[in-house]
């Protein structure tokens, strides 16, 4: 009686070899990302802490001169014979430590821990080579000449790149999350509606020009200076530039592969570089509400750009406009700017000579303006009035003195006003030549158009792009501007720098964490040491020696570019050697 049907004792097809179900390989084992994804579901509200092993840690040794000695000063403990150490299945940097002896049974040890059935180390090492802005090409270099192995290869360098950003996503959006509901209790506080927040928004490049093919824009909270948003725009898919071929070679075979490629495609911008600012912020005003319950009803932008004019069209709140206030630093810079086209276009306004206009004098015209600005946050007419107090203090003569908007009293810092409070004006002399005419007719205009009510009503406040600018320069580190990077490179670089942005470097060690990296006492210790070094650095540059020393340097360098400039004459120019 035959079996039944689907019977495994019966064979219908003996010729047929019966293919063995594969369960991977040493290649496949660590390409997984199953308990990075594991662990990425568990996080829920940010935490830093993670647990550190006290009893792990790595050491770099010479393989054959240690286990050598240890050969023989080992012996089995059945055979009574010596012991051989050697090294077998290699996964990158991970590897088997294999004892032989003249017993037939071998002993293996792990040379680190797995997560799951992959090589710790190798995820380990991409992360740290990822922290340091180094990628796989630096990553083997630095495993061959170190004679450590021949490094890892394309697939597992790809997979486990695919571990790092899902675990860096992971915490980046715990940590903005917690930033936005620290950002709208600090807004409750200062008196505002809760969740109708005031940020900073700016962009940032991978190359300068509007030829980059990746752009980063960041919003940033005024109350907690922390990233709340960001987004990477990409007009470029390594993907789509293979098959752009075939578009007219084999446009059926095309179609098929585009229309499943549509979801995966890393390409997200189309249009010029300079749009993907405008772009990303956009979406991420329009996003706000679904991603914190917040609506950004003050942007805090520079006037180099049409973001503004972007949100606007948008519309992202159906009941609510959104407000335009200026970076201060930006609008100080637009004086420096203007000063500096002024003397170029302006022959005889620059070089030796009493009252021109010299780089050390637009540096302090370009500081003294911003200063009007900080120190009257809260009134367009204070502000008014020390801007124009810098440029008439600067023409005053002892036959002309215009000191009627510099500030009174003895602690002026205007030395005629000093002298009034003192009752000694009739033995007050000015120590500086006052601007040429010429000088002050050409700033004149500059002036005035500074001081403008609708662009200070928009500096109000004081805001500044300060933060998003520290941001911009963090990022960077991670994927450097000289190395080709892909996408997923660049938001791997953003959603480290946030973290650390945010909470210090003891978010790197979190990320490591959901990677499934053990944390030992040296990486603990370390990111303690980085966070109180990051605190002292900055406290240290807030200072008022330390700020007066920049200035000052700023002040000589500029000074000395006149010197060297009335020495030489103009050196680089166009038309300059005809």
Request: charge should be positive; glycine fraction near 8%.
């Amino acid at each position: 009686m035959g079996g039944s049907k689907g019977n495994k004792a019966s064979n219908t097809h003996p010729s047929r070899v019966k293919k063995r179900k594969f369960h991977g390989n040493r290649h496949s084992i660590e390409q997984d990302t199953q308990f990075t994804s594991a662990s990425a579901k568990k996080i829920g509200r940010f935490d830093v802490k993670v647990p550190v092993a006290s009893n792990f840690g790595y050491c770099i040794i010479e393989f054959v001169s240690v286990f050598s000695a240890l050969s023989a000063s080992v012996i089995c403990k059945d055979c009574k014979s010596e012991v051989a150490f050697s090294k077998s299945s290699l996964r990158g940097l991970g590897f088997n430590i294999l004892l032989e002896c003249k017993c037939d049974k071998q002993t293996k040890i792990k040379s680190c821990s797995l997560v799951g059935s992959a090589c710790e180390i190798n995820r380990r090492i991409v992360f740290a080579m990822r922290m340091l802005g180094v990628g796989h090409q630096g990553l083997n270099l630095f495993c061959g000449l170190m004679d450590i192995c021949q490094g890892i290869g394309n697939s597992t360098y790809a997979s486990i790149l695919e571990n790092i950003h899902i675990a860096a996503s992971t915490v980046y959006d715990s940590i903005i999350s917690f930033a936005a509901t620290e950002e709208k209790d600090l807004n409750e506080r200062a008196g505002n509606i809760r969740n109708n927040l005031t940020v900073s928004g700016d962009g940032t490049w991978k190359k300068r020009g509007f030829s980059s093919l990746f752009g980063v824009s960041t919003l940033i909270g005024k109350f907690t200076g922390k990233t709340l948003d960001s987004k990477v725009k990409s007009s470029f898919c390594a993907t789509c530039n293979l098959w752009k071929g075939k578009k007219d070679s084999d446009p059926v075979a095309y179609e098929t592969w585009f229309k499943n490629h549509q979801e995966e495609c890393t390409a997200n911008h189309t249009g010029s570089s300079g749009k993907m600012e405008i772009d990303a912020i956009v979406e991420m005003f329009q996003r706000s509400e679904d991603k914190h319950d917040a609506k950004y009803v003050t942007y805090v932008g520079d006037g180099d750009s049409k973001t503004f004019k972007g949100i606007l069209n948008a519309e992202p709140y159906e009941d609510l406009l959104v407000i335009k206030k200026e970076c201060v630093g930006h609008v100080e810079k637009r004086m420096g700017t203007r000063l500096r086209n002024a003397k170029k276009n302006n022959k005889g306004m620059g070089g030796k000579g009493a009252g021109k206009l010299t780089d050390k004098l637009i540096n302090e015209l370009t500081k003294f303006y911003g200063l009007a600005i900080r120190r009257h946050p809260d009134s367009v007419e204070e502000m008014r009035k020390e801007i124009w107090a810098t440029f008439f203090h600067k023409s005053s003569s002892d036959e002309n003195p215009q000191h009627q908007n510099c500030p009174e009293g003895a602690e002026s810092w205007c030395k005629w006003q000093q002298a009034a409070a003192n009752g000694e004006l009739n033995q007050f002399r000015h120590d500086k030549p006052p601007l040429t005419p010429a000088v002050q007719a050409a700033i004149r205009s500059i002036y005035e158009e500074l001081s403008k009510d609708e662009l200070l009503h928009r500096c109000l406040g004081s805001e500044t792009q300060n933060n998003n600018e520290s941001l911009n320069s963090l990022i960077w580190t991670f994927a450097s501007k000289h190395l080709h990077s892909g996408p997923k490179i660049v938001e791997i670089a953003t959603f480290l720098a946030t973290a650390i942005f945010n909470e210090g470097f003891e978010a790197v060690i979190k990320i490591m964490n959901v990677m499934g990296c053990p944390i030992g006492n040296e990486a603990h210790n370390y990111t303690q040491r980085r966070n109180e070094e990051r605190v002292a650095r900055s406290e240290r540059r807030m200072s008022d020696v330390v700020r007066q020393t920049r200035m000052d340097a700023r002040s000589d360098h500029a000074a000395l570019n006149d010197f060297y400039e009335e020495q030489e004459g103009v050196l680089y120019g166009p038309g300059i050697a005809d």
